[in-house]
């Protein structure tokens, strides 16, 4: 999958979230996607998705939870 292809899907499932909900799908979606997000920085990923820069701060949370994730069994795919 492209860095591209991510992104898209990233954004669709961002703007199908419940008004409240959009925090925490962003959450999901990187930890979903983290083995695709490797090298992106927390700038470009705002770029690409038209979020606030203040949001990347986020991004690297979710990338350093993700590893911690997988080892203890999750499954991408299923979220």
Known sequence: ?????????IQNAIDAA????YVAEMHVQVI???????GVSGREF??????KSAWG??????????????QAGLNP???
């Open 1 to 9: 999958m492209t860095k591209s292809e991510v992104f898209t899907r």
């Open 18 to 21: 419940p008004r409240n909900g």
């Open 32 to 38: 979903k996607y983290a083995q695709y997000l490797d």
């Open 46 to 51: 705002c770029s690409e998705l038209g979020l």
């Open 57 to 70: 701060t986020e991004f690297s949370k979710m990338k350093k939870i993700a590893p911690r994730l997988l």
């Open 77 to 79: 795919d299923k979220i």
